[in-house]
Nanobody, 121 residues
Framework: QVQLVESGGGLVQAGGSLRLSCAAS????????MGWYRQAPGKQREWVAG???????MYADSLKGRFIISRDNADNTVNLQMNSLKPEDTAVYYC???????????????WGQGTQVTVSS
């Protein structure tokens, strides 16, 4: 089992910045894709950004230029730097990873518990 622990959420004024972090643990797993989703009140979960094990990054089109994702393979952490935040960025942000057992071939998705980000106007 892969466990993900997020940190860094909170309350910020519009125009401000926040940095989310997520640490994945699971010594018997190959941590492949890591990234973030978010879910605003009354809305469906929305993909935010992802980063592959080789460092290639992907972003939701609407967030390009404001959010920056990065990862450290040495300690299986992924970060999301969020700049120029807007009230519509208010959501619970979930870290995720697509990983497989070292002795297996099947990939599965694992999720963190979520961290609240609130942007006030």
């Amino acid at each position: 089992q892969v466990q993900l622990v997020e940190s860094g959420g909170g309350l910020v004024q519009a125009g401000g910045s926040l940095r989310l972090s997520c640490a994945a643990s699971g010594s018997n797993f190959i941590i492949n894709l890591m990234g973030w989703y978010r879910q605003a009140p009354g809305k469906q979960r929305e993909w935010v950004a992802g980063v592959g094990s080789g460092g290639n990054t992907m972003y939701a089109d609407s967030l390009k230029g404001r959010f920056i994702i990065s990862r450290d393979n040495a300690d299986n952490t992924v970060n999301l730097q969020m700049n120029s935040l807007k009230p519509e960025d208010t959501a619970v942000y979930y870290c995720y990873t697509r990983s497989r057992p070292r002795d297996g071939t099947s990939y599965n998705d694992y999720w963190g518990q979520g961290t609240q980000v609130t942007v006030s106007s």
